[in-house]
């Protein structure tokens, strides 16, 4: 080959490699700027007066460090799935707790069921767990499940419906083992182990009043989907769909991680959790005025504080 010829030939592969590099660098700087734009339309923090919940046990510190994600801080956070309506704010119909341990690799992860009778903190009354959402946004979901299990929350992420859907569908839905078959607001789902688009996790998470156990069947299909939607986000790099799904759920996610925490979990925490541990709150259903309300005695939220304690301190 000719001088001039290779030369040409040089050229052309170094020009198709420079725009490979910049279209890339591009790509990557658009999905940096799309994430964070999303960060910042989904982050809602929580007022700065807002004093830090003061545990009953000696041993959880009054006034301990901040979490410090680039360090791979075990935290904890409260998943409040949000049934809203249209003039009112909705119910937290979906109540999860999880610790998180990178230390220790492991998520423990219990559902609170909806109807628990405890004392709303910030109306302090006792009434239905769910409603101190109802009557007090996420600052009285906090106050009042920090109250019930006597210790403070980190982080919280609340999440409606479609963007329930929307994260589904994005991780390519997932993958259940449904106890029995049965049909909810037009839609089968056998018994057995089937795979689910976001619609129907939506659905299959929703139904509890054809469930023998009722609302604590429910809560076992709704941490079935969850475990799984943690398992496939661990795993998911389908940064082509990204823009997309950051333009959509924007108006259905709300948390108090900031941009840079958010980029910790993304890119530190998701490859040291390999274990997700649940664990079922006892109580005992009774009726009270005509209204039916779910009890739980002093000696299982102690169960519950120790729990979360000895997982946020294990180290592995």
Do not use: C
């Amino acid at each position: 080959m000719k001088l001039g010829r290779r030369r040409r030939w040089l050229w052309i592969s170094l020009s198709v490699v420079t725009v490979l590099i910049v279209g890339a660098l591009s790509l990557i700087g658009y999905l940096y700027w799309s994430v964070k734009e999303t960060a910042s339309e989904i982050y809602e923090p929580l007022p700065s007066d807002r004093p830090r919940y003061v545990s009953t046990d000696k041993e959880i510190p009054a006034s301990p460090a901040p979490v410090q994600t680039e360090q791979l801080s075990p935290f904890s956070v409260l998943l409040l799935g949000v049934d809203e309506r249209e003039n009112d704010r909705g119910r937290s119909d979906t109540i999860i707790v999880m610790t998180v341990n990178p230390k220790s690799k492991k998520i423990l992860m219990y559902n609170i069921p909806r109807d628990t009778r405890t004392e709303l903190v910030l109306r302090g009354t006792q009434d239905k767990i769910n409603h101190a959402y109802a009557y007090n946004g996420i600052e009285g979901s906090l106050a009042t499940v920090e109250k019930f299990v006597d210790m403070p929350i980190d982080y919280y992420v609340e999440v409606n419906m479609e963007g329930f859907k929307l994260i589904v569908d994005t991780l390519n839905g997932v993958d259940v083992n449904n106890p029995f078959a049965f049909d909810y607001e037009g839609e089968k789902f056998p018994a057995g182990q089937q795979h689910l688009n976001g619609e129907q996790a939506l659905k299959f998470s929703r139904m509890r009043y054809d469930d023998p156990r009722g609302d604590f069947g429910r809560n076992d299909r709704q941490k079935q989907v969850i475990q799984d939607v943690i398992h496939r986000a661990t795993k998911w790099n389908n940064t082509s769909a990204l823009p997309s799904i950051l333009n959509a759920i924007g108006d259905h996610v709300r948390t108090n991680l900031t941009f840079g925490e958010l980029q910790d979990l993304v890119l530190k925490y998701r490859k040291n959790l390999n274990d997700i541990e649940t664990t079922f709150i006892e109580g005992q259903g009774t009726m009270i005025n005509g209204i039916y309300y779910y009890v739980v005695d002093q000696k299982e939220r102690d169960r519950i504080h120790e729990l979360m304690k000895q997982q946020l301190a294990a180290t592995s």
